[in-house]
């Protein structure tokens, strides 16, 4: 049955012709002017210090490295993080890419 949703809310979405992780709950990262990280649908958060965070997508891992970063909204699916991001790598099933 939950195949059965996904698939009636992935029609509904490009129906609609509306962003896919407006109905789905895909990860969603967003990085405002490398300063500002909001990443919404994590499965876990990993780690966390001053200079790096590591949250878990599900089907991959996302590293962000920087400086003076600072946690400013944690919840069970959503972090909000502020500081220098210099840069953000994702990982899936042992590859990295940028």
Known sequence: ???????????????????????LDIPRLSCLNAEEVVIEHMVALEHV??????????????????RDFVVTL???Q???????????TYQRHGRASR
């Open 1 to 23: 049955m939950r195949a059965f949703g996904k698939r009636i809310k992935q029609t509904a979405s490009e129906l609609f012709s509306l962003p896919p992780d407006t109905l």
């Open 49 to 66: 210090s001053d200079t790096e965070l590591v949250v878990n997508l599900g089907e991959q891992t996302v590293l962000i490295q920087g």
């Open 74 to 76: 944690l919840t069970s």
């Open 78 to 88: 959503e972090i909000h993080m502020k500081g220098q991001v210099d840069s953000i």
